[in-house]
């Protein structure tokens, strides 16, 4: 029999099974349940790309070993309180609690689980560090015909880790500081992974990377306040990442800008929402004599403009972008936030502390400058007479 709290196994259940889904496969809807008297519960699932474990206390006088429909366990467990016993009953799993009694039928099914392989550790870092490098996923492709770039493509340095993502119309791109190994070390990760990584990560966890083997990635997520023991395992995605050709387009547009603006997050933001609000995501940011405009592109419904928090230096110049992929990169950032804009062909560069995002401009054609009365207009003089002295 196991006896364990309710806080303790409904903590490890709710991460561990996020790793699992309903499927024609039994094994990914399943959650393994391996305890033995050492005290110690390890949860297991599997989803075909990522391999999860969850390892909790708990009180056992026997060996046990069974897999149950892993979401369905979470219910029950959800639903009790207090202490918990778990226990065997011919082809069942018996869940009690106080007057509850719930049975779940054992599934017969070979399940890969995360073992005591050997990890040779890659660099370890704070929890809030891999959250700033999540701000890059959001950029990563969902075109399935783009394997290439449904990835999170880390590269550990000696002080440094990056994170880079695109999807061929715009590219983020993270670097926080770390201590990391000697040489750099590339580690692309399929894009559903660092997603759910992202979900089971805190701020004040530790995340430890490793390498088991060739292309396999294991990542630890500890936390001694509240006992978290996770590790997620999953290999490596596409080998071909275009990450020099993305620094290459980031500091290109660094050094080729002509306008340099100076926003504030939440005007952004604001001026997003005007944009959305009005049927459309062409988007027309105008720097013009120091002030930053904003206007939607002109539908059936009219036309929004407004004027940004901030300021603008540099020449004065305008571009074109869509409004889903400005809120992307605006979603990133907190506070000031430098936009650096070119012309209204070249790239556009985000930046926010650790954060940079690129983004391709649009060509929209038969619009419109929506700011007309900032054009200077000519004056012309009547022919006058020559004046005799």
């Known amino acids: 029999m196991i006896t364990i709290q309710q806080e303790a196994l409904h903590a490890a259940l709710n991460a561990v099974t996020r790793a699992s889904l309903k499927s024609s496969l039994a094994a990914f809807s399943l959650v393994r349940l391996d305890v033995n008297t050492n005290g110690i519960l390890q949860l297991s699932c599997f989803n075909g790309e990522t391999a999860a474990r969850a390892i909790t206390n708990a009180s056992c006088d026997e060996d046990m070993s069974v897999c149950v429909d892993a979401l369905t366990l ?24 106080s007057t ?13 689980v995360i073992g005591d392989e050997s990890i040779r550790t890659i660099a370890t870092m704070a929890g809030s560090t891999y959250r700033s490098l999540s701000r890059a996923i959001p950029f990563a492709s969902t075109d399935s015909s783009r394997y290439v770039l449904q ?31 000697a040489e750099p070390i590339a580690v692309p990760l399929p894009i559903s992974f660092a997603r759910l990584l992202s979900t089971l990560v805190e701020d004040r966890d530790t995340v430890r990377v490793g390498t088991s083997g060739e292309n396999r990635y294991i990542f630890q997520i500890t936390n001694l306040e509240n006992s978290k023991d996770l590790t997620l395992a999953t290999v490596a995605s596409a080998e071909n990442f275009p990450s020099t050709q993305i620094m290459t387009l980031i500091e290109d547009a660094r050094k080729s800008a002509l306008a340099h603006l100076n926003v504030q997050q939440s005007s952004l933001m604001q001026c997003i929402r005007m944009v959305n609000a009005m049927g459309t995501q062409n988007t027309f940011i105008k ?9 939607s592109g002109e539908t059936e419904t009219g036309q929004a403009r407004n004027i ?17 992929f400005l809120k992307r990169a ?25 954060f940079t995002a690129v983004i391709m401009p649009i060509l929209v054609e ?14 012309t003089l009547p022919d006058m007479d020559p004046v005799t002295v």
Not at 287 to 295: F, I, L, N, R
Not at 366 to 379: C, H, R, S, T, V
Request: glycine letters at 8%; aromatic letters at 6%.
């Open 74 to 97: 979470r219910a029950v467990v959800e639903t009790l309180a207090s202490e918990i016993r778990l226990f065997l009953e011919q082809n069942s799993l018996v869940i009690q609690s």
């Open 308 to 324: 940004l928090e901030g300021a603008a230096s540099g020449e004065n110049t305008s571009v074109w972008l869509s409004a889903t």
């Open 366 to 379: 038969g619009q419109k400058d929506p700011f007309p009365e900032d054009e200077a207009l000519a004056i």
């Open 287 to 295: 720097a013009v004599d120091g002030s930053v405009k904003v206007a």
């Open 151 to 181: 990835v999170l493509y880390l590269k550990f340095h000696k002080e440094t880790v990056i994170a880079q993502s695109a999807d061929g119309y715009a590219a983020g791109y993270v670097c926080e500081s770390i201590e990391g190994p």
């Open 100 to 112: 509850n009694r719930t049975t779940l039928r054992i599934v017969d099914e070979s399940l890969p």
């Open 330 to 354: 605006a979603e990133a950032c907190k506070g000031e936030m430098i936009v650096r804009i070119t012309n209204g062909q070249r790239p556009v560069l985000i930046e926010a502390g650790s």
